[in-house]
């Protein structure tokens, strides 16, 4: 095969950047791969013919190997593309993510240099990212612009991030934890490091996936081994996952999800350049330029902790709120739960949604009747959503059909 020109971050942006949770965004496709890899059918396939020309491995072997991986110093070039399929309606779409990861304060009281915030931009489109660690307490990310940088550092007890952009900076500092310790990187459950990939794996096998080796490749000028996991259920809009594992230590270099729908990859995301030698210190090495506005870390989640306090005890008090009820397995799970209050969506009469919000609606929904009365389904080409006119949800990574049985089965 072709030398590939884009790459994993996950397994490396994990590692990458990650001195707090909300810097880890990276990981959770390749985790998302590791936890399917091992919703295990481990089919005993061998790598087939290709380029380069690699000794022959099992499924069952390379998960093993990647498990085993214990790579902490790196340094590269990585390139992730993601079409969720989702309209731009003007950057509409894209202000509402952004939006609801600033907790829907309009960023009033966030720095643009907010990890929380600022990384959402990776959910759409084409991005180039520079990334290096060196062992669990040092990581760079950096995340290139035409005009612009915008770079997250942790180095010891202290994490920096800087958007060149508005000369911005934020600052957090005291934890003394490293990323993969109490103040993980991750969100708390998604595995983070390779051991805990197959960790993981094994927990979720539940005979759902086909796992094959599927060929070799290239990818940032390194010989490599193809893990393919595909879906055995039907209803499902992932088609395939496969991950591109480096042939001599392990290390996931390429990351490519196929919708079920097929066309473009939804998300494609790797290296296309990596040393594993270790990165100069000077990598994560930051301070802040002169006329920078710094927001402390403190701050900033002290403001974020008190509105969220506010937003809980109103979801809290809302009559028939809950926690997510979780309906089927395995690819074809889907979460069910009721809005505050039992609220539907406001229709197209309502006098309290703007024209471009309620037509940034209509683009994403079908309206869909059943048993269940009737709702709109929201479309992505990999997530999607019913909510029903009384106020119920339907999510997962399944069709709109798939949605419309569990509402009326429920």
């Known amino acids: ?65 990647i498990a085993a991986s214990d790579t902490e110093q790196f340094s590269g070039t990585v390139k992730i593309s993601t ?10 779409a ?123 490749a290239r990818v940032a000028g390194r010989d490599a081994y193809r893990l393919v996991l595909k879906p055995e259920q039907k209803g499902s809009t992932v088609g395939s996952i496969t991950v591109a594992v480096d042939a001599e230590n392990g290390v996931p270099l390429k990351f490519t999800l196929q919708p079920s729908s097929g066309g473009k990859a939804v998300v494609d995301a790797g ?28 701050d900033a989640e002290a403001k974020g902790h008190e509105k969220a306090r506010g937003d809980l005890g109103k979801f809290e008090d809302a009559e028939g709120a809950g926690a997510p009820k979780i309906i089927g397995k395995g690819w074809n799970s889907i979460a069910e739960f009721r809005t505050p209050g039992g609220a539907a969506l406001p229709s197209e009469a309502s006098k309290d949604v703007p024209a471009e919000a309620q037509q940034f609606l209509d683009a994403l929904g079908d309206k869909v009747s059943g048993k269940f009365g009737s709702g709109t389904v929201f479309k992505t080409r990999l997530i999607n959503a019913l909510m029903t006119d009384d106020g119920r949800v339907y999510v997962g990574a399944v069709t709109k059909d798939a949605l419309v049985a569990a509402a009326n089965a429920g």
């Open 83 to 92: 079409d969720l399929g989702i309209p731009s309606m003007g950057g509409l």
């Open 271 to 298: 290296f296309t350049s990596v040393d594993f030698g270790k990165p100069a210190a000077s990598s994560f090495a930051f301070t802040p330029p002169k006329g920078a506005k710094i927001t402390e870390a403190d």
């Open 1 to 65: 095969m072709a030398p590939n020109d884009s790459a994993e971050t996950n397994g490396t942006a994990a590692r990458g950047p990650a001195g707090r949770r909300k810097a880890a965004r990276y990981i959770v496709p390749v985790a998302v791969a590791g936890v399917a890899a091992a919703t295990i059918g481990l089919v005993p396939a061998l790598a087939s013919s290709g380029d380069p020309d690699l000794p022959k491995i099992t499924a069952q072997e390379l998960i093993e190997k």
């Open 94 to 216: 894209g202000s509402f993510l952004s939006g609801a990861a600033e907790g829907g304060d309009g960023g009033k009281d966030t720095s643009s240099a907010d990890p929380q915030s600022k990384l959402t931009e990776l959910a759409s489109g084409t991005h180039t990212l520079r990334v290096a660690a060196d062992g669990p307490d040092k990581q760079r990310l950096s995340v290139l612009d035409k005009a612009s940088e915008y770079s997250l550092i942790h180095n010891g007890d202290e994490v920096w991030a800087y958007d060149s952009g508005s000369n911005a900076v934020y600052h957090a500092e005291g934890k003394g934890e490293a990323p993969h310790g109490k103040d993980q990187a991750a969100p708390e459950g998604v595995p983070t490091t390779p051991k805990e990939l197959a960790e993981e794996a094994l927990k979720a096998a539940d005979g759902t996936t086909s796992v094959t080796v599927d060929g070799t």
